[in-house]
């Protein structure tokens, strides 16, 4: 029986239009190979801090656009108009700390990349660590990133555990798919 209070059972009682079922059922706690997407999953928990998620899934793909398509190498490029560019965008969270750190982490994604060859091989590098450890690990490398966004950045990605109840039909997608946390 699923337990009442997780994710899982709540998105069983939304409105069959809710963003949050495509989300649930294709997405969350899925592991995503590709940097880019990776990127993009961290900037949206990154913005959804002090929010409802529901705001951030319905601003999704606009997100995607003003973030010129989760590139980490362009993000990482972006200068002051980019910066004025997306502080004036109504279709995403126009909150000046969210913007800078998400450029800064662009840039410090691409460190990753070329000391690790991927961000997701500098995950895998560190996996499995217990949440703590990766809190830590995420204050010290990432702006903007304390223990909640960590936290559900890490579930949602697939790196920890939690994302799904046990008796949701989703949670064996997600270790068929290859989460990490159930490789460990």
């Known amino acids: 029986m699923l337990d009442p209070e997780s994710y899982c059972a709540v998105v069983l009682e939304?409105?069959?239009?809710?963003?949050?079922?495509a989300y649930h059922d294709n997405e969350y706690g899925f592991p995503l190979a590709s940097d880019d997407e990776l990127f993009g999953r961290l900037i949206l928990e990154i913005n959804q801090a002090g929010l409802n998620w529901t705001t951030i899934l319905n601003k999704k793909e606009h997100f995607r656009?003003?973030?010129?398509?989760?590139?980490i190498q362009k993000v990482a490029g972006y200068g002051d108009d980019d910066r004025a560019?997306?502080?004036?965008?109504?279709?995403?969270?126009?909150n000046k700390?969210?913007?800078?750190?998400?450029?800064?982490?662009?840039?410090v994604i691409r460190s990753l990349q070329q000391s690790h060859g991927s961000f997701a091989a500098w995950l895998d590098s560190y996996h499995p660590l217990p949440k703590e450890r990766w809190v830590k690990l995420f204050k010290e490398t990432f702006k903007f990133t304390g223990g909640e966004i960590t936290g559900e950045f890490l579930m949602s990605t697939g790196y920890l555990q939690g994302a799904h109840h046990p008796e949701c039909p989703v949670y064996q997608r997600t270790i068929d798919a290859g989460a990490a946390w159930a490789r460990a």
């Not at 656009?65 to 590139?71: F, I, L, P, R, V």
């Open 14 to 21: 939304m409105p069959a239009d809710s963003p949050h079922i």
């Open 65 to 71: 656009a003003a973030y010129s398509g989760w590139s």
């Open 85 to 94: 560019r997306l502080l004036s965008d109504a279709g995403i969270i126009r």
């Open 97 to 107: 700390l969210k913007v800078n750190a998400a450029i800064h982490n662009a840039g």
